[in-house]
């Protein structure tokens, strides 16, 4: 089941992706190891979870299966230390403080951490994130950081305004031209996201079923 849903979800984004610059993130928060590896048997190396005390289990699970591991839901301060130790990517870096710590607790002999700015893309206030007029001030202060890499940005836009957000991050993406990957659009809106610069997709449902 798993792993035909994998392929139709791959399917479909090889059907609008024409550059071939799409990497689907499978979203496993709340899934149990067992369903991961089901789809890492079906090829998916790149997941994504929200939860940082269940990710954490699941790291230790699957370990030894080189998989590329990205944390995606809210930053609390003290859960920076255990995120900047364990994953290849954060997504949802969404103020500098977060950023710093981030940084401060990369371990030395782990690869520089990829970082993505979490854009709050409609100024939504039950959204965190940076607003579109801070950014100009905020990217800067990325380059005193030695152990983390800033690549470029990430947006959970509004349902009822998905399309133009979409357009807005492009046009964003298009302006900062030294960042190379934009993370955007789910389930019900990834080939949208893709025709707009999409890089990362992150998909749970159409992968592992809903959520309990």
Same mark, same amino acid.
């Given at each position: 089941?798993?792993?035909?849903?994998?392929?139709?979800?791959?399917?479909?984004? /090889?059907?609008? $992706?024409?550059?071939?610059?799409?990497?689907?993130?499978?979203?496993?928060?709340?899934?149990?190891?067992?369903?991961?590896?089901?789809? #890492?048997?079906?090829?998916?190396?790149?997941? %994504?979870?929200?939860y940082?005390?269940?990710?954490?289990?699941? #790291?230790?699970?699957?370990?030894?299966?080189?998989?590329?591991?990205?944390? #995606?839901?809210?930053?609390?301060?003290?859960?920076?230390?255990?995120?900047?130790? /364990?994953? $290849?990517?954060?997504h949802?870096?969404?103020?500098?403080?977060?950023?710093?710590?981030?940084?401060?607790?990369?371990?030395?002999?782990?690869? @520089?951490?990829?970082?993505?700015?979490?854009?709050?893309? $409609?100024?939504?206030?039950? @959204?965190?994130?940076?607003?579109?007029?801070?950014? $100009?001030?905020?990217?800067?202060?990325?380059?005193?950081?030695?152990?983390?890499?800033?690549?470029?940005?990430?947006?959970?836009?509004?349902?009822? /305004?998905?399309?133009?957000?979409? #357009?807005?991050?492009?046009?964003?993406?298009k302006?900062?031209?030294?960042?190379?990957?934009?993370?955007?659009?789910?389930?019900?809106?990834?080939?949208?996201?893709i025709?707009? %610069?999409?890089?990362?997709?992150?998909?749970?449902?159409?992968?592992?079923?809903?959520?309990?």
């Amino acid at each position: 089941m798993i792993s035909e849903n994998l392929k139709n979800v791959q399917n479909r984004i /090889n059907a609008v $992706d024409s550059k071939k610059q799409a990497t689907l993130i499978a979203v496993s928060k709340t899934k149990p190891a067992a369903d991961l590896q089901y789809a #890492i048997d079906a090829g998916q190396r790149h997941f %994504g979870e929200n939860y940082l005390q269940e990710a954490l289990e699941k #790291i230790q699970t699957l370990k030894g299966q080189a998989l590329t591991w990205h944390f #995606i839901g809210p930053i609390q301060s003290n859960k920076t230390a255990k995120i900047a130790q /364990n994953f $290849d990517w954060v997504h949802s870096v969404d103020r500098l403080k977060i950023a710093k710590r981030l940084n401060d607790q990369r371990p030395n002999n782990l690869p @520089k951490l990829n970082v993505l700015l979490q854009i709050n893309i $409609d100024n939504e206030a039950s @959204k965190s994130g940076v607003l579109v007029d801070e950014i $100009d001030e905020i990217i800067p202060q990325f380059e005193n950081l030695q152990n983390i890499v800033l690549r470029g940005f990430m947006c959970i836009p509004s349902p009822d /305004n998905t399309q133009q957000s979409f #357009i807005k991050m492009a046009e964003i993406q298009k302006k900062y031209l030294r960042f190379d990957t934009l993370s955007m659009g789910m389930s019900n809106d990834f080939e949208l996201a893709i025709k707009n %610069g999409a890089t990362f997709v992150r998909i749970g449902s159409d992968i592992f079923g809903n959520r309990a």
